[in-house]
Structure formats: structure tokens, C-alpha cells
């Protein structure tokens, strides 16, 4: 291997280390003395990626796909700094662009179904899964995907014991173990979302992100807050029909059986005041105790 | 554009912190043949720059010439520690025939330097004990009894089928003297200390890692008993569930096939390691036989930061401090943070001074303002250990860590 190789390949195992201060320094030296080498732009777009510094990395990738726009590594990383910016319509775009280029690699189906199912189209995620297995059975990224699928379609037993064990042990699974939890969030799943983010924040305590959500998941996934299940699942219009169905019962009573009247406003006065301070109190709860 | 030693010296009269002047500055007295004052501004560069090994390679130099090769050697030590040192022919070549130094250290470099260079048996005075670590108590105590008693006296261990040597990984915030606690162990062991360093790691990574690191092992084991230490683990043994690359994970496999004995016994090998993320260090490296034994360092506690106060001010001009309270106000705070309050007051001093005041000394309330100003360093670890404890589920891992937050009440 070159000098240059040998560089790359060391700046590389830094940023895989998260020694983003010694790979910064090592690449500002290397493209000050090899400014036109896209390597080293692909590198240091790899680096804004994982420092969130998106505007270099977009630079770089920019700047090499420029010079090189074929570059497949540059554009796969162009995607993606595009699904971690929100750019899913893009990502799509340049996911698609790969896959015209490379229709037999694997890799380019599962990062596709990694897409899908952020976005969460379940059943077309299911199938480029399917397809980057046809193609590469041993595709792990392919693997964590499909066992996802099973996850959110609740056909595999012990799925999400099973999904927390992959986040703990698989790169890749890390990276898209986050659509799953908002998929079963939006299912109202919360136990299952749960222990998938308990596998994430295992692998990675020092992302804030993911202690926020933990703790969140937490509340919603509390014993003490099922009562609250109707307005958690169907939102405002849930609260919409407990009113309705309040002021309804309160009429009733009122007219058919006044003695319980005083009761049932108390009963729906209290579900009321439970309802807005209940989450925020069990929050901090949660939040000082731990769990 | 080279400057005069008047001109560097009128520059640093007007910035003081302007440390690649003072750098100069340093070297044109040296080069000037005036050693003691580029010793002097060395040294200054060394606090303005703690970090950074020119200030403690011209300071080593410069006592090389002044023919005090022992307290050369200590400041060569010292340079070892910096992120961006680099051997130096010269001074290992002059170093070479003086007194023995403090520890032994072995780098594990790319191109091997010759064995015996790298290996000094622990005799000096001036080495690191347990009794020179200020604070730490309860820790010190913790090693002496698990670690260090069963490596000096492996036959009464060996009775009750306790074997000495095996794995100990130290862990906790950074600048909290895993490393400095490290040295100590080996010292109270009378052992052979072998350090690998980041650097080492790093240049590691290029080409023959593995047999870099048998070559480690092979030499901790010709040297028995000795005590091999890895900083910042989980550069080299990074987690293979989090690593996309191949490289990783055969050096990782190595690695445990060399803690597991398999190329070799590991009799009278203590094997040492530190890290600030024992989150990312590979699983496998903390079963049975391996590093099964961890132990939490933890930030100072009061006493400690006051007596590193009353350590790092000695020598500098102060008026009535009450090094309690100072060790009191500085919670959390790490040795190296200690360094940067100190330093910080001193900027506010020197402020004050050049702004057309009158000479002062180092007063209480400089350093409690100092203080105000600083967020200890360890908090961000802290804070993640404690979501790691709090909501990270049935993982008794960082029990010890556990402990030391309720008594921290953070």
C-alpha cells in the first residue's frame, strides 16, 4: 500500500474510533499536501457526517463528485448525509441512481430498504430486503432489515428481545434500529420500542438523543398511564369523543339518575386533571429514579 | 524571518500567552547557549501548553546540558505523555547512560526500538507510588488488596486458588489519573511497567498490528513479572459490533488470544488498561480471564483537589488561600481541570497587571472566580454514566460508578 493508502486507511480507522480531533489534524495535513486527492474529500466527508458538521460534509462530497461524479462511495455517502439531514426525497433520488448503476449490489437494496423504512413504507422496505438477500444471502444489513420487518409485523416470536441483541451486536443494525422504535411508536407498541431503544442507548450512552427518547418511552410504556390510552392512541379526537361521551353521561345522569351525578363530574374532573399532570409528574418521576 | 532574543522577548512582553513566541523564544536562549533561561521559559511553555511535548523536550534538552540528566529524563517522561510526542534521537541517545529513570516504557512502534533500550528496571526513587497519589484512598486500598497483594505473594493467593496476574481494566472520566494510578501499581509491585500508549496504538494500526501486539505480550512475558498497560483501550479493542472495518476485528481477536494465554502463560503479567468509554470496548475483553476485574476512578475528592491546589501553586506568588475551601468549591473537577483554573486565575492576575495595575500575587477570590467560570471536565462523562446507570437496565457493569453517584448525589 502507498503512503497515501496507508493515510487513508489509518484516517479512516480514526473516524471508525471516534478519534474525530486526531483524524480532523491528520486530514487537514494530508489534503493541505494532496488537496485534489478525492479520498482524502471522501474522508473528510465521512467525518462531517459523524460530527453532524453536515454543511463540510456536503462540501466535500460536493467537491468530489465534481472531479469524479461516477464516484460510487461518493455517492452512496451522498445519501447518506441526505437521510441524516431529513433529504429523504433526494436520498431516494441518488438511492435510485446507485441501484441503476449497480443492480446487482446488494448493499445498494438494503441501504434503499433502510430508507423505506425511516419513511415508513413497511411492505416495499420488506420486499428490497427480500431482494438484497436473493442477491447476497449473506448481506447483514439485508438481515437486520428483515428481521425489523418481522419486529414491526409482529410475526416473529420474540422479535424485539431478538432486535435489542442485534443493536448490541451489529453495526448496521444500529443505524436503522431507530426507524423501528418510531414504527412501533406509531403502532403504540411502546414495551417493544422500548427494549429496541434500550439495545440503541446501550451502544451508544452518550447520545442525548436517544436518553430523551428512552425516558419518553418509558412514560408511555408505564403501567399508570393506560387510563390515558384512549387519548395517547387517538389523539384529539379522542379527547374529543371523552368529552362528548362525558357531557353525554353527565346529561344522563342528570336526568335519569341524579344521585351519581356529583360522582361522575368529580370521576371526569380528576381523569381530567390526571390526564395533564399525570405524564409530566411520572416523567420527572422516571427521569430522577431511573428504571 | 528570524527575530532577535530582544525582539521575542519584546513580543512576550506585550502578549504573554503568545506561546509559539515564548516557543521561539525558548529556543533562541538555547541555541544562545543560555540553557537555565531557556529552561525557565520552557518550563512556562510546559504550563501554558501542558498538552504539548516541545515545551518538555527543550526543557529536557536544556537539563542535559545543564547535566541533570535525572530530572531530563522525568521531563522526557513527561513529553511521553503528550498527544503529539515523537521520539527523540538525541535525548534518548544522551538519556541512555544516565541514572534509571522512573519507569520503564515500551512503545509499541512501528519499527521496534531495541529491546533493552526499552526496558529499565524500576529501582529509582523518583518513581510513582501509591503514596505520592494524592487522594484515592478507598481505591488505593481496593488495588493493594485485589490486585497488588496477590501479584507479590502469588503462593498464599495460590493456596486458596487465586491466581496473581490476569486482566485489570481502570476506568472512569478523563484526567483523573488512571494512567498516574497505573505507574503506581506497577511501581508497588516492583514490576517491569511496558506502557502503550495511544500513539503506540495508532501507528499500530498500520500494517502488522498483530504481531506488533504479540511482540508486546512476548516482551511482557520475557520480562516477568511485569505489568503490560494499555491506555485508552478502546482505541485498540474497540468494539467489534460497532466496528464496520476488518482491521478491527482481527486486531481485537488477537488481542484476546493473547489475554487468554493461548500463545503463551501469562503467569506474573499483570495487564493493565484504561479507557474514558468502557462502552466501547469490546465485550469479550471483560469475560472471565481476561479484563474481569475493572475498577471506577473517579474524580478527586475534596481533600485531594485541595492538596493538588496547594502542589500546583507551589513556587507561585499567592496571598492567604484557604486550599479547603478551594478543594471544596471545585467539585468534580479533574487534575488536569485544577491545571486550568490555575491557570485561568493566573491569566486574570497578569490581566489586571498589564492593564496598568500594580503588581499583585494570586489571591482566593482569583481562583473562585475561576472556578465559577469552569465546567469540570468530567461532567459529560459523568452525566452519560449516570443515564447508563439509571436507565440502561439490569447491566451491573458500573456498579462501582453507581455507588460513587449516590454518594456524589448527582
Given at each position: 500500500m502507498t503512503d497515501v493508502g496507508l493515510l487513508r486507511q489509518q484516517i479512516a480507522l480514526l473516524i471508525e474510533r471516534k478519534r474525530y480531533g486526531d483524524a480532523g489534524r491528520l486530514l487537514s495535513e494530508a489534503i493541505s499536501s494532496e488537496p485534489e486527492d478525492p479520498g482524502f474529500k471522501l474522508l473528510a466527508a465521512r467525518l462531517g457526517i459523524a460530527t453532524a458538521d453536515y454543511r463540510s460534509a456536503r462540501d466535500n462530497l460536493e467537491a468530489a463528485l465534481a472531479q469524479h461524479p461516477d464516484n460510487a462511495e461518493a455517492r452512496q455517502l451522498m445519501f447518506e448525509l441526505l437521510c441524516e439531514t431529513g433529504q429523504f426525497v433526494e436520498a431516494e433520488q441518488t438511492i435510485i441512481g446507485l441501484l441503476h448503476d449497480y443492480p446487482e449490489e446488494a448493499y445498494f437494496y438494503a441501504l434503499y430498504a433502510a430508507l423505506m423504512l425511516k419513511t415508513l413504507h413497511i411492505d416495499k422496505a420488506a420486499a428490497l430486503a427480500r431482494e438484497g438477500l436473493r442477491l447476497d444471502p449473506t448481506s447483514s444489513l439485508s438481515q437486520v432489515i428483515s428481521l425489523m420487518v418481522d419486529v414491526i409485523e409482529d410475526r416473529s416470536h420474540d422479535a424485539s428481545r431478538r432486535l435489542e441483541e442485534l443493536v448490541r451486536e451489529n453495526p448496521d443494525a444500529l443505524h436503522v434500529a431507530w426507524s423501528v422504535v418510531l414504527v412501533l411508536q406509531s403502532r403504540h407498541r411502546y414495551a417493544e420500542a422500548l427494549q429496541v431503544l434500550r439495545g440503541i442507548f446501550r451502544s451508544v450512552p452518550d447520545d442525548k438523543e436517544a436518553v430523551a427518547a428512552l425516558i419518553e418511552m418509558r412514560v408511555l410504556s408505564h403501567w399508570s398511564m393506560l387510563p390515558l390510552t384512549p387519548l395517547q392512541r387517538y389523539g384529539w379526537v379522542g379527547s374529543g369523543v371523552l368529552w362528548a361521551v362525558a357531557v353525554l353521561s353527565v346529561f344522563l345522569a342528570d336526568r335519569?339518575?341524579?344521585?351519581i351525578t356529583s360522582s361522575l363530574v368529580v370521576f371526569y374532573l380528576g381523569y381530567v386533571v390526571y390526564s395533564w399532570l399525570w405524564p409530566p409528574m411520572l416523567k420527572r418521576w422516571l427521569s430522577a429514579r431511573g428504571f | 524571518m528570524s527575530e532577535t532574543i530582544e525582539e521575542l522577548a519584546e513580543i512576550l512582553l506585550r502578549d504573554p500567552f503568545d506561546t509559539q513566541a515564548r516557543a521561539r523564544y525558548a529556543d533562541a536562549l538555547y541555541e544562545a547557549g543560555d540553557w537555565q533561561a531557556g529552561l525557565e521559559q520552557y518550563r512556562l511553555l510546559c504550563r501554558q501548553e501542558?498538552?504539548?511535548?516541545a515545551g518538555f523536550l527543550g526543557a529536557a534538552r536544556s537539563l542535559v546540558k545543564l547535566e541533570d540528566l535525572a530530572a531530563a529524563r522525568i521531563e522526557y517522561d513527561k513529553a511521553t505523555d503528550c498527544g503529539d510526542f515523537e521520539p527523540q534521537d538525541d535525548l534518548e541517545i544522551a538519556l541512555?547512560?544516565?541514572?534509571?529513570?522512573?519507569l520503564r516504557v515500551v512503545g509499541g512502534r512501528a519499527?521496534?526500538?531495541s529491546e533493552d533500550a526499552d526496558i529499565v528496571r524500576?529501582?529509582?526513587?523518583r518513581t510513582t507510588r501509591f503514596v505520592d497519589i494524592v487522594g484515592m484512598e478507598d481505591l488505593k486500598k481496593t488495588v493493594r488488596l485485589r490486585i497488588i497483594d496477590p501479584f507479590l505473594k502469588p503462593g498464599l493467593f495460590a493456596k486458596f486458588k487465586k491466581r496473581a496476574g490476569g486482566g485489570l481494566l481502570l476506568y472512569g472520566p478523563?484526567?483523573?489519573g488512571k494512567t498516574l494510578l497505573a505507574r503506581a501499581i506497577a511501581n508497588e509491585c516492583d514490576a517491569t511497567f511496558i506502557h502503550v500508549g495511544i500513539s503506540d496504538v495508532l501507528s499500530m494500526w498500520i500494517g502488522a498490528s498483530e504481531q506488533n501486539l504479540r511482540a508486546m505480550f512476548d516482551k511482557a512475558r520475557a520480562h516477568r513479572p511485569s505489568v503490560l498497560f494499555f491506555d485508552e483501550l478502546d482505541a485498540l479493542a474497540y468494539s467489534r459490533s460497532k466496528a464496520q472495518s476488518d482491521h478491527t476485528r482481527s486486531t481485537v481477536n488477537e488481542f484476546l488470544n493473547q489475554l487468554d494465554g493461548m500463545a503463551g502463560e501469562n503467569e506474573q503479567v499483570l495487564i493493565l488498561a484504561a479507557t474514558n468509554?468502557?462502552?466501547?470496548?469490546?465485550?469479550?475483553?471483560?469475560r472471565p480471564g481476561r479484563f474481569d476485574r475493572s475498577i471506577f476512578v473517579p474524580p478527586p475528592d475534596a481533600a485531594a483537589r485541595a492538596e493538588m491546589f496547594r502542589a500546583k501553586l507551589v513556587g507561585v506568588p499567592t496571598k492567604r488561600l484557604d486550599y479547603q475551601k478551594l478543594g471544596e468549591s471545585?467539585?468534580?473537577?479533574s487534575g488536569a481541570d485544577i491545571d486550568g483554573i490555575i491557570e485561568e486565575a493566573k491569566d486574570r492576575v497578569l490581566a489586571d497587571i498589564m492593564e496598568g495595575g500594580e503588581d499583585r500575587a494570586l489571591t482566593q477570590d482569583d481562583l473562585l472566580a475561576a472556578i465559577r467560570d469552569f465546567e469540570p471536565s468530567t461532567m459529560d462523562w459523568l452525566r452519560t454514566a449516570r443515564n447508563l446507570v439509571k436507565?440502561?437496565?439490569?447491566?451491573?457493569?458500573y456498579k462501582d460508578v453507581e455507588a460513587y453517584l449516590k454518594t456524589a448525589r448527582l
Amino acid at each position: 500500500m502507498t503512503d497515501v493508502g496507508l493515510l487513508r486507511q489509518q484516517i479512516a480507522l480514526l473516524i471508525e474510533r471516534k478519534r474525530y480531533g486526531d483524524a480532523g489534524r491528520l486530514l487537514s495535513e494530508a489534503i493541505s499536501s494532496e488537496p485534489e486527492d478525492p479520498g482524502f474529500k471522501l474522508l473528510a466527508a465521512r467525518l462531517g457526517i459523524a460530527t453532524a458538521d453536515y454543511r463540510s460534509a456536503r462540501d466535500n462530497l460536493e467537491a468530489a463528485l465534481a472531479q469524479h461524479p461516477d464516484n460510487a462511495e461518493a455517492r452512496q455517502l451522498m445519501f447518506e448525509l441526505l437521510c441524516e439531514t431529513g433529504q429523504f426525497v433526494e436520498a431516494e433520488q441518488t438511492i435510485i441512481g446507485l441501484l441503476h448503476d449497480y443492480p446487482e449490489e446488494a448493499y445498494f437494496y438494503a441501504l434503499y430498504a433502510a430508507l423505506m423504512l425511516k419513511t415508513l413504507h413497511i411492505d416495499k422496505a420488506a420486499a428490497l430486503a427480500r431482494e438484497g438477500l436473493r442477491l447476497d444471502p449473506t448481506s447483514s444489513l439485508s438481515q437486520v432489515i428483515s428481521l425489523m420487518v418481522d419486529v414491526i409485523e409482529d410475526r416473529s416470536h420474540d422479535a424485539s428481545r431478538r432486535l435489542e441483541e442485534l443493536v448490541r451486536e451489529n453495526p448496521d443494525a444500529l443505524h436503522v434500529a431507530w426507524s423501528v422504535v418510531l414504527v412501533l411508536q406509531s403502532r403504540h407498541r411502546y414495551a417493544e420500542a422500548l427494549q429496541v431503544l434500550r439495545g440503541i442507548f446501550r451502544s451508544v450512552p452518550d447520545d442525548k438523543e436517544a436518553v430523551a427518547a428512552l425516558i419518553e418511552m418509558r412514560v408511555l410504556s408505564h403501567w399508570s398511564m393506560l387510563p390515558l390510552t384512549p387519548l395517547q392512541r387517538y389523539g384529539w379526537v379522542g379527547s374529543g369523543v371523552l368529552w362528548a361521551v362525558a357531557v353525554l353521561s353527565v346529561f344522563l345522569a342528570d336526568r335519569f339518575a341524579p344521585q351519581i351525578t356529583s360522582s361522575l363530574v368529580v370521576f371526569y374532573l380528576g381523569y381530567v386533571v390526571y390526564s395533564w399532570l399525570w405524564p409530566p409528574m411520572l416523567k420527572r418521576w422516571l427521569s430522577a429514579r431511573g428504571f | 524571518m528570524s527575530e532577535t532574543i530582544e525582539e521575542l522577548a519584546e513580543i512576550l512582553l506585550r502578549d504573554p500567552f503568545d506561546t509559539q513566541a515564548r516557543a521561539r523564544y525558548a529556543d533562541a536562549l538555547y541555541e544562545a547557549g543560555d540553557w537555565q533561561a531557556g529552561l525557565e521559559q520552557y518550563r512556562l511553555l510546559c504550563r501554558q501548553e501542558p498538552t504539548a511535548a516541545a515545551g518538555f523536550l527543550g526543557a529536557a534538552r536544556s537539563l542535559v546540558k545543564l547535566e541533570d540528566l535525572a530530572a531530563a529524563r522525568i521531563e522526557y517522561d513527561k513529553a511521553t505523555d503528550c498527544g503529539d510526542f515523537e521520539p527523540q534521537d538525541d535525548l534518548e541517545i544522551a538519556l541512555k547512560d544516565g541514572p534509571a529513570p522512573a519507569l520503564r516504557v515500551v512503545g509499541g512502534r512501528a519499527v521496534p526500538r531495541s529491546e533493552d533500550a526499552d526496558i529499565v528496571r524500576i529501582s529509582s526513587a523518583r518513581t510513582t507510588r501509591f503514596v505520592d497519589i494524592v487522594g484515592m484512598e478507598d481505591l488505593k486500598k481496593t488495588v493493594r488488596l485485589r490486585i497488588i497483594d496477590p501479584f507479590l505473594k502469588p503462593g498464599l493467593f495460590a493456596k486458596f486458588k487465586k491466581r496473581a496476574g490476569g486482566g485489570l481494566l481502570l476506568y472512569g472520566p478523563p484526567g483523573c489519573g488512571k494512567t498516574l494510578l497505573a505507574r503506581a501499581i506497577a511501581n508497588e509491585c516492583d514490576a517491569t511497567f511496558i506502557h502503550v500508549g495511544i500513539s503506540d496504538v495508532l501507528s499500530m494500526w498500520i500494517g502488522a498490528s498483530e504481531q506488533n501486539l504479540r511482540a508486546m505480550f512476548d516482551k511482557a512475558r520475557a520480562h516477568r513479572p511485569s505489568v503490560l498497560f494499555f491506555d485508552e483501550l478502546d482505541a485498540l479493542a474497540y468494539s467489534r459490533s460497532k466496528a464496520q472495518s476488518d482491521h478491527t476485528r482481527s486486531t481485537v481477536n488477537e488481542f484476546l488470544n493473547q489475554l487468554d494465554g493461548m500463545a503463551g502463560e501469562n503467569e506474573q503479567v499483570l495487564i493493565l488498561a484504561a479507557t474514558n468509554m468502557p462502552w466501547d470496548v469490546d465485550p469479550a475483553m471483560k469475560r472471565p480471564g481476561r479484563f474481569d476485574r475493572s475498577i471506577f476512578v473517579p474524580p478527586p475528592d475534596a481533600a485531594a483537589r485541595a492538596e493538588m491546589f496547594r502542589a500546583k501553586l507551589v513556587g507561585v506568588p499567592t496571598k492567604r488561600l484557604d486550599y479547603q475551601k478551594l478543594g471544596e468549591s471545585s467539585a468534580y473537577a479533574s487534575g488536569a481541570d485544577i491545571d486550568g483554573i490555575i491557570e485561568e486565575a493566573k491569566d486574570r492576575v497578569l490581566a489586571d497587571i498589564m492593564e496598568g495595575g500594580e503588581d499583585r500575587a494570586l489571591t482566593q477570590d482569583d481562583l473562585l472566580a475561576a472556578i465559577r467560570d469552569f465546567e469540570p471536565s468530567t461532567m459529560d462523562w459523568l452525566r452519560t454514566a449516570r443515564n447508563l446507570v439509571k436507565y440502561g437496565g439490569a447491566d451491573k457493569s458500573y456498579k462501582d460508578v453507581e455507588a460513587y453517584l449516590k454518594t456524589a448525589r448527582l
